[in-house]
């Protein structure tokens, strides 16, 4: 049974830094391009960022260019989500994801994370 476990969410202050990580289990880790997604209140669910297998190509939604990092240990099966000058429109639930795939064109993932919800206040 594949688990994907979110954790690290929570309420901060515009400007702060927050870090999600996401423990995966039930899957050879190695094998899932694995990102983050978020949902705001009456929005589409995006794609934030998304890692390689290897962890050596990394992508990102425009909107958290140059402020949010993703990372992926595969020793630990964990990936995190560095967030830094957080604004208001950041607050959404944060998912976790895992694709089978060798790229990180995450659309439709295969498995997901129950969310963490990110609120961030002005």
């Known amino acids: 049974q594949v688990q994907l476990v979110e954790s690290g969410g929570g309420l901060v202050q515009t400007g702060a830094s927050l870090t999600l990580s996401c423990a995966a289990s039930?899957?050879?880790?190695?094998?899932?391009?694995m990102g983050w997604f978020r949902q705001a209140p009456g929005k589409e669910r995006e794609l934030v960022a998304a890692?390689?297998?290897?962890?050596?190509?990394?992508t990102y939604a425009d909107s958290v260019k140059g402020r949010f990092f993703i990372s992926r240990d595969n020793a630990k099966n964990t990936i995190y989500l560095q967030m830094n000058s957080l604004k208001p429109e950041d607050t959404a639930v944060y998912y976790c994801?895992?694709?089978?795939?060798?790229?990180?064109?995450?659309?439709?993932?295969?498995?997901w994370g129950q969310g963490t919800q990110v609120t961030v206040s002005s």
């Open positions: 994801v895992a694709d089978r795939r060798q790229d990180t064109n995450i659309i439709s993932p295969e498995y």
């Open positions: 890692v390689s297998l290897s962890g050596i190509i990394d």
């Open positions: 039930g899957l050879t880790f190695t094998q899932f391009a």
